[in-house]
């Protein structure tokens, strides 16, 4: 069985499907200079709408990139705290729009006082 909303995939191979922020924080810890140097983490779809990667930068932390095409969004950041990666990646892919994830609702309340 695929992921239900996103999978993150290492360069050597390994991957997580609808991977929590812990999660992330462990597959971006284990990324190195040499043979696993960069991560995606996109929906598990043919044609995917957004995405983003982590890579190892040589001057030392990390290059994050997070594009998404439906909202005309591209970032580029680099970044050393591996926590603070995996929690903004945890936020942002949140507010993405996943086929098949129930849509967000929100109530209008009318104010009768």
Do not use: C
């Not at 001057?59 to 050393?80: A, F, I, L, P, Q």
């Not at 994830?101 to 009318?110: A, E, G, I, N, Y």
């Amino acid at each position: 069985m695929g992921a239900a909303y996103y999978r993150a995939e290492s360069e050597n191979g390994h991957h997580i499907d609808d991977p929590s922020e812990d999660a992330l924080f462990m597959l971006i810890e284990d990324l190195n200079d040499s043979d696993n140097t960069f991560a995606v983490i996109q929906p598990d779809d043919d044609d995917p709408a957004w995405f983003t990667s982590v890579a190892v930068v040589d001057e030392g932390g990390y290059e994050v990139v997070r594009r998404d095409t439906t909202r005309r969004e591209h970032d580029v950041v680099t970044e050393t705290s591996i926590d603070r990666i995996a929690r903004d990646l945890t936020i942002w892919m949140a507010a993405r729009d996943i086929p098949g994830r129930p849509t967000q609702h929100t109530s209008k309340f009318k104010n009768t006082a």
